[in-house]
């Protein structure tokens, strides 16, 4: 049986070519629901504020950071949606007096736009994220405890190393926001072309994928406009380079944050549903994460929302 087109980008696979009865199991869940679909390998956390919200989302770098040793270094993968954690970060860094450059900790970023000659942007960039964790988060650390530039690890020029570093340092945790297209970093939904015309790849087959330069789903490119500048969709890139799920799989610990405002009420219970079930589908790319042994979903509750019809 044919699977529908998307109600989106007819082009692309995305969450609107799911069976219907999954978008109507997603859309009847409660905040109540959404709690109890926590399993082993899969957990479930609220918050009641934005201050607990971000503060916890910040100690997850110090907890990781924690761990590392010069003979053992340890690194955290972290997004730049949300990005309101990073100055938390390096307040806690500076209050703790953390030497991550004694420490040899590490850290990687998630993701990269790629420009008209489809090489990473640099920091001059208006929406670099390399500049962004900089600018929010290392620039604000004491210099003597900064970590070591060689440490920090962008998916820029050389993507096989960016990839084979994940092989020489434990990533404890992998932090990500959820995009609209239900995407952690840039795994976007691929599109409906070539072998992939009919249905979208395997599981298995999307998991193959590691750091990569990707085209962006539209829907993606939408969402940077909304939540970065300001609509203006003329200033997004329509490709980046990406950690893939190959490096995903790598990380001991996945921790996705929900603040509220990057994805709607219904995408935040369609990911959660299908990871707690078990159903993994890549035109879902979240949803592959069903397979990862250690998966965190943290929700901000007041932004939780309903998935109910309300006219504005």
């Not at 208006?126 to 900089?134: E, G, I, W």
Request: net charge negative.
């Amino acid at each position: 049986m044919s699977r529908p087109k998307s109600k989106l980008a007819e082009a692309w696979w995305d969450y609107t070519t799911l069976d219907p009865a999954i978008l109507a199991d997603a859309a009847r869940l409660t905040a109540k629901d959404l709690a109890e679909l926590s399993r082993p390998g899969f957990k479930v956390t609220f918050y009641d504020t934005p201050q607990e919200f971000y503060a916890a989302q910040a100690l997850e770098y110090i907890t990781a950071w924690q761990q590392s040793t010069p003979d053992n270094p340890v690194g955290i993968c972290g997004p730049i949606g949300p990005t309101e954690q990073l100055p938390i970060v390096a307040q806690m860094v500076n209050a703790l007096g953390l030497n991550l450059q004694k420490k040899e900790a590490h850290f990687w970023g998630m993701d990269e736009w790629l420009d008209e000659n489809d090489e990473p942007v640099d920091v001059s960039h208006p929406l670099s994220f390399a500049r962004c964790d900089n600018e929010l988060c290392f620039d604000r650390i004491r210099p003597e405890l900064q970590m070591p530039t060689a440490n920090k690890h962008f998916p820029c020029g050389d993507l096989e190393a960016y990839s084979s570093s994940y092989d020489s340092v434990r990533c404890a945790l992998m932090q990500g926001g959820q995009g609209e297209i239900k995407h952690w970093a840039f795994n976007d939904p691929l599109p409906r072309t070539g072998e992939f015309a009919d249905a979208p790849p395997s599981p298995e087959q999307y998991r193959e994928l590691g750091t990569r330069k990707v085209d962006l789903h539209p829907v993606t490119l939408i969402q940077n406009a909304r939540t970065s500048g300001g609509g203006n969709i003329a200033l997004v890139p329509v490709r980046a380079a990406t950690v893939g799920p190959r490096e995903t799989w790598k990380s001991d610990t996945v921790s996705i944050w929900h603040p509220g405002h990057h994805d709607n009420p219904f995408g935040m219970r369609l990911t959660a549903l299908m990871i707690s079930k078990g159903i993994s589908d890549s035109s879902v790319p979240m949803s592959l994460l069903a397979d990862h042994p250690d998966v965190r979903f943290s929700y901000l509750r007041p932004n939780i929302g309903s998935v109910e019809v309300e006219m504005h």
